[in-house]
């Protein structure tokens, strides 16, 4: 059961109901006469006590026309089931089933390659270069490209079945390393092939790639001409990408500026449709110096993840940003960092007023069952297949969480064995959920933060009692901040 | 820093103001404040709580706290728990109520038109006619438009022959038939015009099949073959209820055979509705009683199916109800029909969206997303309703409204802000005219005179 929460800011008291999804302004008469109810129900024999203490507290603070007047809006409340401590049991009982994941797989959206593991860097903090914890003995494998076209075949039976539902619409087609430039012919290959399927089928395909830019002179043309959608990695200015390394602790930045220069001199209109950045931020470089890097260098805005410390442990770790929304750029940051959508989701949670699309305004009642957490339903985001062909919910996941595999030439999903698999992580964590605070707003992913090594579960449980901190931590910013509310509110949409 | 006082709506309350005409509506209680505004400092103090940026709340200054009429409104609200006052040192955040749809696909496909496939989810209904030439309806006014006011199951198909199932099938093979919720089949289903097929490919589909009493044959092959179906329910059509017997042998039949269905009947007066209820009386039936506008039965509209104030503000609602109805209209959204000619339609009084033959269904839906045709035809879309505070909350609009060439089936005019009955009311048509083309074109000079006639300037 869910109880109301009471917290506060600074300057206001607040309260939310799990109930009715309202954060109201909340008055010390109403938490008073809360916890007097709670003691009530807790403490039949006690209910005389508890009268003369609520006479005796109160007038002494407040005049009797206020007291009354907050007694008798907090009955209108409590009628309106305000106080009701709601029952969120059920809200995490959604399982997945085989259905559901082949429908996702007919309707992938993004098939990313591990085209190889090798790498022309050797960044500092790369999960597969000295501060490699959590995987596999690095093997320098290429992606076997018999094997990608075997995929495809099997995917493109997948596209053009009955279950699509996305006929029509782009699937992309990502190549991921290592540096996968490094195994060129691979990418070359099978993009022909893939444009072979294009013109069988009514699919539409799109290519993109994850780059480290040292060898994009070489094949910018290619990549040009087949509409890439490019990602080049770099962590800010000389300074900043220190980290981003040739093996011989050479820094890569003057290499790889030279190559982006090159490219928008040959290409400016693709560089400006179809490049994007991304950043790894660490304990050397600063979200807004790398933004303001490349707003200033390429008008462009970078996408900044932090150094992932269940990978590579508490080295390198990013010491996190403080934001002084009051100075434009600051504000201008955070909104496009990932603490804004936190806070999306947090409003999202936290109120009535979110509809998902329109069947939801025609369904406004509903209600709904989710899986527990934050995971994913395999391949609704993505696949990714490693250069051992391993097949996994997304490049991020250890390969201990395959969902499949292609071996000597054959592709193996078995769906009921996938969904058993998820199935019961769902039903072993869903007894901790159900009595948690963080239960409609939770994020956090099974296989990538919440199952340890030795299988047991830890996560960030929030109880009762700890809940009004969180309320707390997001209201005292806003409150400060109300313009972030119509902000996030109207421009931060997901997909 | 020194404490201030904010005054504050509360989220649960929600508000329209338009053209100095104020709603505030609790949800919680279902209590509201509607008021006309002419004082100026008043006005300027709402004003100034409802700009978007305050987020309905504001610091008051003593002046304010000090004007008689501000001050009066204030208690007002909080004597109904709509708004508060508070003294704090730092302005507290209320999250005012914005509704936010995450995927809008009506702007979405404004920019990548591939969008528009997602509108295939949209699909809630199909509405399926078939030919039915011969019928033992005798009732000349709605076998002429009985089917577009309120689904009557005739439809004349003088000249278009029935179209080959074949082809409506290739053009549903598109749709996601799973998320359809309903199929109605609506006409002479015991006619030699239809025939099962359609069954056969919605066989995990729920169906409904409309057909006037009359015309169903107990003892037909369609009623012996129909038992052997699964997911299928029954609407029975009725004008009159001088055939007794043959109602009650219907109610046996799906009785016995334990078959959901709803027995409609057609009502254009009072003496109408009192006969019905005198008949269900005697027996179980599950029953409604459809209105239809004959054209000559207005007064029986005006007295029964008009909103009046009562209505629209009695009715409950909570907010996500409220929020919905700002985006879709409710009675229409999802919904297709089929004519036996092909031509497909989102509602059957406005022009077809596309056709079965010639269109692919993608085209289809785009021509009903892009457009307030119906699925989208909100209350905000048309005159005078556009202009009244309680747009999101009244009903949405339905099918009479095209027959009564009226737009607002209400007893209230939104540019005084009086209802019926009220000091001062005149209809809305006093504000303005009607034409078929135009809908609804509003006199502003009258509106204006009117208006300082009845709230004075000041
Ligand atoms: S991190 Fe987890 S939730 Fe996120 S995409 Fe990967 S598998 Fe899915
Ligand atoms: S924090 Fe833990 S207990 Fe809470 S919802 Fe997430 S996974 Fe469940
Ligand atoms: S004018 Fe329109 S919105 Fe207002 S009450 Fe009448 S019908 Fe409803």
């Known amino acids: 059961m869910h109880k109301t929460t009471f917290f506060s800011t600074e300057y206001n008291k607040y309260m939310f109901s799990f109930n009715k999804k309202y954060i109201l302004l909340s008055h010390p008469v109403f938490e008073y006469l809360f916890n007097s109810d709670q003691d009530k129900k807790n403490d039949l024999d006690n209910q005389l006590n508890t009268l003369t203490k609520e006479r005796n507290i109160n007038r002494e603070i407040y005049s009797n026309s206020e007291y009354d007047y907050y007694k008798r809006k907090y009955e209108m409340l409590k009628k309106a089931d305000y106080f009701l401590e709601k029952n969120c049991d059920s809200f995490v009982d959604g399982l997945i089933s085989h259905q559901d994941i082949n429908f996702e797989l007919c309707n992938l959206r993004a098939l990313v390659f591990e085209v190889t593991e090798r790498c022309n860097l050797s960044c500092a903090y790369c999960f597969y270069g000295d ?7 690095r093997h320098d494998k290429d992606f076997n490209i ?15 079945s009955e279950y699509n539902e996305s006929i029509g619409k782009e699937i992309y087609i990502g190549f991921y390393g290592g540096e996968p430039l490094l195994n060129f012919d691979f990418v070359k290959e099978l993009v022909n092939y893939i444009k ?7 699919l539409k395909f799109r290519f993109n790639m994850t780059t480290n830019a040292v060898l994009l002179d070489k094949y910018m043309d290619f990549l040009v001409n087949n509409n890439f959608s490019l990602t080049i990695s770099l962590d800010g200015d000389k300074k900043n990408n220190c980290y981003r390394t040739f093996p011989n602790k050479k820094s890569s930045f003057d290499v790889v500026l030279k190559n982006i220069k090159a490219l928008i001199k040959t290409h400016s209109a693709y560089f400006k449709e179809s490049v994007m950045f991304n950043a790894v931020l660490h304990d050397k470089n600063d979200l807004i110096d790398v933004q303001n890097f490349t707003r200033n260098k390429f008008n462009k805005s970078i996408r900044c993840t932090e150094v ?39 409003l999202q949670n936290y109120s009535k007023f979110h509809f998902e699309d329109f069947n939801d305004l025609y369904n406004y009642d509903l209600i709904k069952v989710f899986i527990p957490t934050g995971t994913c339903v395999p391949f609704s985001r993505r696949m990714f297949i490693n250069a051992h062909g391993k097949i996994l919910p997304c490049e991020t996941i250890g390969h201990e969480f395959s969902i499949g595999d292609i071996v000597n030439g054959e592709i193996n999903i078995d769906t009921k064995s996938i969904a058993d698999k998820y199935n019961s992580y769902f039903i072993k964590i869903r007894k901790r959920c159900k009595t948690c605070y963080k239960i409609n707003f939770c994020g956090q992913c099974l296989l990538l ?22 309320l707390e931590q997001y209201y005292s910013i806003i409150e400060k901040h109300p313009e972030l509310y119509l902000k996030i509110w109207e421009e931060i949409h997901y997909v | 820093m020194s404490k201030k006082k904010y005054f504050y709506i509360e989220q649960y309350v929600y508000s329209n103001f338009v053209n100095n005409n104020i709603l505030l509506y609790n949800t919680f209680t279902n209590k509201f404040i509607d008021v006309f505004i002419t004082n100026k400092e008043l006005l300027n103090f709402i004003e100034r709580v409802l700009l978007k940026d305050n987020l309905r709340t504001i610091d008051v200054s003593q002046e304010e706290l000090k004007n008689v009429i501000i001050a009066k409104f204030i208690n007002k609200c909080r004597d109904l728990f709509i708004a508060d006052i508070i003294e704090s040192d730092s302005k507290p955040f209320i999250m005012s109520p914005i509704p936010k749809l995450n995927q809008n696909i009506r702007e979405s496909i404004k920019g990548n038109s591939e969008h528009v496939l997602n509108a295939k989810n949209m699909i809630k209904e199909l509405n399926y006619f078939i030919d039915s030439k011969k019928t033992l309806c005798t009732n000349i006014k709605l076998k002429a438009n009985g089917y577009k006011q309120i689904l009557f199951p005739f439809y004349n198909a003088e000249i278009d022959k029935q179209l080959e199932f074949l082809t409506i099938e290739k053009f549903l ?27 056969v490919f919605f066989k995990n589909n729920f169906i409904q099949f409309h057909t006037y009493y009359l015309d169903f044959d107990l003892n037909g092959t369609f009623a012996t073959e129909i038992l052997k179906t699964k997911n299928k329910s029954f609407v029975f059509w009725i004008d009159n209820i001088i055939v007794e017997d043959q109602i009650l042998k219907l109610n046996e039949f799906v009785i016995k055979n334990n078959i959901y269905s709803i027995f409609k009947f057609i009502v254009t007066n009072e003496h109408e509705v009192n006969q019905v209820i005198e008949f269900t009386n005697t027996i179980t039936l599950n029953y409604e009683l459809i209105p239809f506008f004959n054209q000559t039965n207005i007064d029986f509209f005006e007295n029964n199916i008009f909103n009046t104030k009562k209505d629209i503000l009695n009715q409950k609602l909570n907010e996500r109800e409220i929020f919905s109805k700002m985006y879709i209209n409710i009675l229409n959204y999802g919904k297709l029909y089929f004519l036996p000619n092909g031509a497909i339609y989102s509602n059957l009084n406005i022009n077809p969206i596309g056709n079965i033959i010639n269109d692919e269904l993608s085209y289809t839906l785009k021509n009903e997303v892009l457009n307030d045709n119906a699925w989208f035809k909100t209350r905000d ?20 409204e095209k027959f009564i060439n009226k737009n607002n089936l209400c007893h209230y005019n939104p540019y005084i802000a009086k209802w019926q009955g009220e000091e001062g009311y005149v209809p809305v048509e006093k504000c303005g005219t009607y034409t078929k083309e135009k809908g609804f074109v509003v006199n502003k000079r009258k509106v204006n005179t009117l208006n300082k006639q009845i709230w004075g300037e000041e």
């Not at chain 1, 501060?131 to 003995?137: D, L, N, P």
């Not at chain 1, 933060?449 to 969180?470: R, V, Y």
């Not at chain 2, 609506?186 to 025939?195: A, D, F, H, L, R």
Request: some cysteine.
């Open chain 2, 173 to 199: 093979f598109d749709m996601n038939i799973q998320n359809i919720e309903k199929i109605n089949i609506i006409g002479n289903i015991c006619s030699e015009n239809y025939n099962n097929e359609i069954l």
């Open chain 1, 196 to 202: 072979t399927i294009q013109q069988q089928t009514k």
């Open chain 1, 131 to 137: 501060h490699y914890k959590q995987y596999e003995e």
């Open chain 1, 146 to 160: 018999e094997d990608a076209k075997i995929v495809l075949d099997y995917m493109k039976e997948k596209w053009t």
């Open chain 2, 381 to 400: 879309t048309i005159l005078p309703c556009k202009n009244c505070i309680y747009q999101f909350i009244c009903p949405p609009t339905t099918n009479y």
């Open chain 1, 308 to 346: 992932n410390p269940l990978l590579v442990g508490n080295s390198f770790l990013y010491k996190g940003r403080f934001f002084n929304l009051d100075k434009s750029e600051d504000m201008h940051c955070f909104l496009e960092s990932s603490d804004a959508n936190n806070y999306n989701l947090f």
């Open chain 1, 449 to 470: 933060q919440i199952i340890k090594d030795d299988g047991t579960m830890k996560c960030n449980k929030i109880e009762h009692d700890m809940h009004h901190k969180l």
